[in-house]
């Protein structure tokens, strides 16, 4: 709240892991759900369910050694492999979802079978409560997260599925360029504003709101003010961020308009590099906020291509 920020666009409930041998009971992460959404009310407060797997794991859990763990067993295949982890931590959220707006967020979704999967466990544990007239909310919401290429391509069929969607930019540009970002070797190759990343942004927020379904953007992407208005012309609704990138992320929005943000948007799609449209994005900004932004090396702009007949950028 202090820093003006309407909600909590993503709560990662990891902290509950660390140094521990065993993991939590329901009733630890009941009472640390309760707290948060009593603490956020009457916002609404997205909670991630476990990104278990990976370098995320307790000692009792005996987990196979991977050579490529961030494409192995995590996330979502992990909770549903382990399923006894997951209704644990679901219970906890449904009896924590009568003390606040909460909204339940499935990560690493790849399939339409997986989120199908999900709901399935989750509506047991409904039945549960329900038997065992425990409150909760029956009509809690829940989205999944859109960061590997394939939930991205079938983003028309999850949107059926689910309320909401929340691309994790982190994970969804690395995935889709096949980059590892903390690799010194190939960090460079990391860039937000490749032409692949932006088609595919438009391509999830289109299916979203074919749908009638919010999209938000959460990662280091959505904190970075350059790429405010890129994101916003593309149709994201909600952008997620740690707190102290609000003000300034916050500001850019109220100083321009929606049809600036559109028609950057708009002109992106017509680069055919992540280095022309970089260039083209810092030149738009530090023209509209040159308190904000230096222009780049007075370079020549590289011509745009014609503009595709089928680019549609809308904002509700």
Excluded: W
């Excluded at 763990?69 to 006894?84: Q, V, Y």
């Excluded at 959505?222 to 916050?250: F, N």
């Excluded at 810092?282 to 702009?301: G, Y």
Aim: proline letters at 8%; charged letters at 25%.
């Amino acid at each position: 709240h202090d820093y003006g920020g309407p909600g909590l666009g993503l709560y990662r409930p990891a902290h509950l892991l660390p140094n521990r041998r065993h993991l939590p009971t329901e009733e630890e992460h009941f009472e640390v759900y309760k707290s948060v959404l009593e603490g956020i009310a009457p916002h609404p407060a997205t909670i991630r369910t476990f990104d278990l797997g990976g370098d995320k794991f307790v000692s009792s859990m005996r987990l196979p050694e991977e050579v490529n763990p961030a494409l192995g067993l995590r996330a979502i295949r992990l909770c549903l492999e382990h399923d006894e982890i997951f209704r644990v931590q679901l219970r906890a959220l449904l009896r924590a979802s009568v003390h606040g707006k909460l909204r339940i967020m499935f990560p690493l979704i790849s399939g339409i079978e997986e989120l199908k999967k999900t709901k399935e466990i989750l509506e047991e544990i409904k039945a549960e409560l329900a038997r065992a007239a425990i409150p909760f909310d029956p009509d809690v919401e829940i989205g999944t997260m859109i960061e590997v290429p394939s939930a991205a391509v079938i983003a028309d069929l999850l949107a059926e599925e689910v309320d909401f969607f929340s691309i994790g930019t982190n994970d969804l540009i690395q995935y889709a360029l096949a980059i590892d970002r903390i690799n010194e070797h190939v960090s460079y190759l990391y860039e937000p504003l490749h032409p692949a990343i932006l088609r595919m942004l438009r391509m999830i927020v289109e299916a979203a709101h074919n749908r009638g379904i919010p999209v938000s953007i959460c990662g280091e992407m959505a904190a970075e003010e350059l790429y405010t208005l890129v994101l916003l012309g593309l149709g994201v609704d909600q952008l997620s961020m740690t707190p102290i990138s609000i003000p300034r992320v916050k500001q850019i929005i109220r100083e321009s308009t929606i049809e600036e943000a559109k028609r950057i948007a708009e002109a992106c799609m017509t680069f055919s590099t992540a280095e022309e449209i970089e260039r083209f994005v810092a030149n738009e900004m530090a023209t509209l906020f040159p308190e904000h932004f230096m222009r780049p090396p007075d370079r020549p702009l590289p011509t745009q291509t014609s503009k595709p007949e089928n680019i549609v950028v809308e904002h509700p």
